[in-house]
């Protein structure tokens, strides 16, 4: 058997206070005909990065709709987990080539998991999350010899704007045979994808998680002061995994041109790693290395990520989040952030530029002048910076709550099975 996920409870009439009654009713008008289905999410981690965050309220939330849903994880070892951060790599667009011997060892762990997953009965809707545990479906055909039941998503948080084509063209076969897919924004649908039914989906953040709900002053400053920050002086923040993608070097490169005129400015980089990520350590440690001498700089570190009350309170407190990302699927960060009315500068990049409209929820930039000058005015402005706050909040709760991913995801099951919305 596959490893089974345990989650909290959650119960979606808490959300009542945040998104309205109404908005809860039709939660569960949708819900009523899938009352008792069977859902397996899939996935490669348990912890670590925007995909389990996800998984941790959406799968309790469709249980307490009456959907019987569970979250399972694939099981991987280290060399498995290096050949899927190359695919993962290669479909956001780096450089690199998928040698035969490491296409060999996914289709080994995949074949594994098909097994494995064999054990588990039968479910009426599969989510298969990103590439890593994408091969399953394929592989319970080849030994089946007929087509799986159930419907089977595959459900892609990537940025597939600019795949490599070898990447994409190894993973093609695979993920065509589903019978639907999800992205995060439209431009990630790869022209040349036929079969499964395409459908854009961004996702949505938790308000009533511990990273997410409001913490009191008190609170925050004693958390502060436990990670030495000086909450008397500004702090910029950055909170992700340490991956290569998310440019931490450059986040550093551009704190060092603002210090000489703020010198008082901190600088917070938290972040950690996630099961299925060999990468992180040694992200993490050129950055502990490239940061040496270059001003008043917190890095935090936790091995799946720094744990929730803290990122809470460093997001809560910044006077300026910023997001410097290469690719971003989508940026669940950037929602956490914005929630939380703080001012946020991002890269325009994959879904970030999804949440922030310039200027009016927040600065997308390019280059490193445009990073440097929006900081600047936002250190500057706090009336801007509160202005921009309100309005990325707002934002979020008319697109970004996790009970309008949960919404997508009814519809779409109601869609697929034939019982289309009336
Ligand atoms: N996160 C965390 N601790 C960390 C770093 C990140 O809990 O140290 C969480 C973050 O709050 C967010 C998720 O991990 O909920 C990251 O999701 P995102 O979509 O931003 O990026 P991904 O890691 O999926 O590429």
Wanted: glycine share 8%; aromatic share 10%.
């Amino acid at each position: 058997m596959t490893e089974c996920v345990l989650t909290q409870e959650r119960a979606l009439s808490d959300y009542t206070s945040i998104v309205g009654e109404e908005a809860i009713q039709e939660l569960r008008q949708l819900a009523k005909p899938l009352c008792g289905a069977r859902v397996l999410h899939l996935n490669a981690t348990a912890a670590g990065g925007g995909v389990a965050e996800l998984l941790t309220a959406l799968v309790p939330l469709m249980c307490d709709l009456g959907l019987n849903a569970e979250w399972r994880i694939l099981q991987g070892a280290d060399e498995f987990y290096k050949v899927t951060k190359a695919m993962h790599n290669g479909l956001q667009g780096m450089p690199l080539q998928l040698k035969p011997d490491m296409k060999e060892t996914w289709l080994k762990y995949s074949s594994l998991n098909a097994d494995l997953l064999g054990h588990n009965g039968i479910y009426d809707f599969v989510v298969v999350h990103d590439p890593q545990p994408a091969g399953v479906l394929w592989l319970l055909r080849q030994r089946n010899g007929h087509r799986n039941p159930g419907i089977w998503i595959w459900r892609c948080h990537l940025d597939l704007s600019t795949p490599r084509p070898d990447a994409w063209e190894f993973l093609k076969p695979y993920v065509g045979v589903y019978d639907a897919a999800i992205f995060s924004k439209r431009d990630y649908f790869q022209k040349d994808f036929q079969g499964p039914r395409c459908f854009e989906v961004p996702p949505g953040m938790d308000p009533l998680s511990t990273k997410n709900r409001l913490l009191d002053d008190e609170e925050v400053r004693s958390i502060l002061l436990r990670y030495g920050i000086d909450p008397g002086r500004p702090f910029i923040c950055k909170v992700s995994r340490f991956d290569p993608w998310k440019d931490f070097q450059g986040v550093i490169d551009i704190y060092d041109l603002l210090r000489r005129e703020f010198p008082e400015v901190q600088l917070v980089l938290v972040g950690g790693g996630a099961g299925d990520d060999p990468e992180a350590w040694s992200c993490y440690q050129r950055t502990v290395a490239y940061a040496q001498g270059k001003g008043d700089i917190h890095i935090l570190w936790g091995q799946s990520g720094v744990s929730s009350p803290e990122l809470n309170a460093f997001q809560q407190a910044a006077s300026v989040v910023v997001q410097k990302s290469i690719r971003e699927g989508f940026g669940l960060v950037v929602a956490e952030a914005l929630w939380k009315s703080r001012p946020v500068v991002a890269s325009d990049v994959g879904g970030i530029a999804l949440q922030i409209s310039h200027r009016k929820t927040g600065y997308l930039v390019r280059s490193v002048n445009e990073w440097v000058e929006a900081i600047t005015y936002l250190l500057q402005n706090s009336e801007a910076s509160a202005r921009l706050g309100r309005a990325g909040r707002d934002l979020v709760q008319e697109r970004f709550l996790i009970t309008r991913y949960l919404r997508d995801y009814l519809k779409i099951f109601r869609t697929l099975s034939g019982r289309v919305q009336r």
